[in-house]
């Protein structure tokens, strides 16, 4: 019994943590991984704001439709949205995922006509776009960078499986590289954490069933670290909850205005 509840548990945290997957499109729509602008095919140019377009990051087994309700709120304050869905369901190695990322900012870019982007990551989604930044030239396509409940400095979330004897994460890449010690982490986190004129934001909630110690979820050097019950204590916020919890999105949209960052602890 206790090994079925642990191994629940470890379901339930991967279909939470994980990132998004190119999953196959429906006839009448783009297929995966390509940009679309409100809704609208990659084809189709946007001209009509000055702000950087923005670049919501799936994270490990995140679908796209997960993050529709971050990207519709985006969207009703002016933002252009692209959902970014990890490839292989963000399952395998995270420098892989890393350079598909890069191949499609490229592309928004070229069809938004802009020469920066803003980066929203979910999970593991902040981790692929941060190996991005820091070492595939991201530096200088990057604006702002904002992430929500990624493991910075990993989670013993992810030894789960290693503690109750069932291998280093089941096998799975992503699980490991995401893990407190592992050489992938060791290599992000060398020197600095924060590269480049890029505007670094973290934001973390003491409610995340999936980050833990959930301070790992920050970095250093110059970064604007929130945590939500600092400015909003009674706020219940999980790891999930990140993308559709209202005061989150306060900061998000603060964060990508260059605003001073107030979380709305009233906001829906």
Known sequence: MLLRKILAVAATAALLLVPAT???????????????VADRPATVTATTTAADPVIVVGGLVGVSIAYEPIAARLRADGFRVFV?????????????????????????????????????GHSEGGLVSRWYVKFLGGAGAVGRYVSLGS???????????????????????ACQQMSIGSSFLAELNGGDDTPGAV???????????????????????GA?????????????????????????????????????????CLAL
């Open 199 to 221: 505007r670094w934001t973290t934001v973390r909630t003491w409610q995340d069933e999936l980050v833990r110690p959930v301070g790992n979820a920050t970095l250093a050097d």
């Open 22 to 36: 190119a999953a196959t499109a429906a006839p009448d729509r783009p297929a995966a991984g390509t940009p679309v």
């Open 84 to 120: 970014y869905q990890l490839p292989g369901l963000g399952f395998g190695d995270i420098r892989d995922s890393a350079r598909a990322f890069a191949a499609y900012v490229e592309q928004v870019r070229s069809v938004t006509g802009a020469s920066r982007v803003d980066v929203v």
């Open 224 to 264: 604007t670290n929130v945590l939500i019950q600092a400015a909003c204590p009674l706020r219940v916020v999980g790891h999930l909850g990140l993308v559709l919890d209202g005061t989150t999105y306060t900061v998000v949209r603060q964060a990508l205005r260059d605003a001073p960052v107030r979380p709305d």
């Open 151 to 173: 493991p910075q400095q990993g989670t013993y979330v992810a030894n789960i499986l290693r503690f109750v004897g069932l291998g280093s994460c089941a096998g799975i890449v």
